[in-house]
């Protein structure tokens, strides 16, 4: 394995989708400003390696849709949910500037007294100047998850790659938590991970990395040299791309 010192990136502009669950660490809930600084420490080595570094962070450790509000109507749990990933984007974002790396956070949402709104041209020349782009709110439509946001803005950033940071180290055939036969695949086609219903991301973002050829890598975040080793296109976890 490479050491730190002669590692060499692999992609130069990637989009990191993390889960809001990740960031809870073992509470479950909330933030972890543990884990929250370890993978902010990560996010500094890949800026220093020169990456231009786009970002979408879940907010299930604070609002899991309508699986938080039971009986609620699902556009008003989906429009608390883009808050909780503002919550995530801002907490992200502050641990990050306590680092040194110049953030920004924009949102799909407008709420301009904290945050920019999401434009385009804006974020990819934010990235052209080495900042790091979070980005809030997920599409900004009910209906929609961040994973489908992650697939959108790693398309409209033109990221040759999204990095899926998850609690699982990789994908499997089914939870292995709770089938000590599961399969691990190291590699998968995006119709399989569609044909065979595995939870990689949902089909709608799954689809759209699909038509736009953006390859998904899934790794294990508990380590968070795992984004490292992922960007510097070591084999971990599991590659989901054409062939």
């Not at 595995?198 to 038509?211: G, K, P």
Request: glycine share 10%.
């Amino acid at each position: 394995m490479a050491t730190q010192e002669n590692r060499k990136a692999k992609y130069t502009r990637v989009l990191l989708k993390v889960s809001g669950e990740a960031l809870a660490g073992a509470q479950k809930t909330g933030l972890n400003s543990d884990v929250l600084g370890a993978i902010s420490e990560k996010i500094k080595q890949l800026t220093e390696m020169g990456v231009e570094l786009g970002i979408v962070v879940g907010g299930g450790n604070f609002w899991r849709g309508t699986r938080s509000g039971k009986g609620m109507d699902r556009t008003r749990a989906d429009h608390i949910g883009m808050l909780a990933t503002v919550m995530n984007s801002l907490a992200l974002c502050d641990a990050l500037e306590q680092r040194g790396v110049t953030t920004r956070v924009q949102t799909a949402i407008e709420m301009r007294s904290i945050a920019e709104p999401y434009i385009r041209g804006r974020a990819i020349r934010h990235l052209q100047k080495g900042r790091v782009v979070i980005f809030g709110c997920g599409t900004g439509n009910p209906y929609f998850s961040t994973d489908t946001a992650a697939a959108l803005r790693a398309a409209e950033i033109d990221a040759q790659i999204i990095l899926l940071a998850k609690n699982v180290d990789a994908v499997y055939s089914a939870d292995p938590n709770k089938d000590k036969n599961a399969v691990k695949y190291d590699k998968l086609s995006y119709i399989d991970v569609l044909n065979r219903g595995l939870e990689v991301m949902d089909s709608t973002a799954t689809s759209l990395c699909m038509d736009n050829n953006i390859p998904i890598h899934v790794f294990g975040v508990a380590d968070p040299e795992n984004i490292i080793r992922a960007v510097c296109g070591e084999k971990i976890g599991t590659l989901v791309t054409n062939v």
